[in-house]
């Protein structure tokens, strides 16, 4: 997946908004929390950050090509870090970027979901 395609279709979502923030990462929110961050490491290739369920958790995490997000699976929360397409590929990847939006639109208050019109 290129950086084009993450934007492309993470702007796709509904009421989904882009911030580059963190040295460069590409921050979609929605309702002013994050549900996915595509970031690089040092060979250029686009690593990909979402939040994902328990029990998708405790699947990808053994995955090849994915592990536990830095920072972020540290502190208890579900979220894993795609790296490369070993086991994961670009249309799973954008099925657990739609999760990730729902799941976070799900922990939004009640006020703000109506407000957004979700």
Not at 41 to 57: H, P, R, W
Not at 87 to 93: E, I, N, Q, R, V
Request: overall charge positive; aromatic content about 10%; proline content about 3%.
């Amino acid at each position: 997946m290129t950086l084009d395609d993450y934007n492309s279709f993470c702007a796709s979502l509904p009421r989904a908004t882009h911030v580059v923030q963190w040295g460069g990462a590409h921050v979609w929110k929605v309702g002013g929390k994050v549900f996915a961050i595509g970031g690089w490491n040092e060979g250029k290739q686009l690593f990909v950050t979402f939040k994902c369920s328990d029990i998708a958790y405790d699947v990808l995490k053994e995955q090849p090509g994915c592990r536990p997000a830095p920072y972020l699976a540290s502190r208890g929360m579900k979220w894993i870090q795609r790296q490369t397409s070993q086991s994961m590929d670009d249309a799973a990847l954008k099925d657990y970027l739609g999760e990730s939006h729902r799941l976070v639109v799900l922990k939004l208050t009640r006020q703000t979901r109506r407000e957004l019109g979700l």
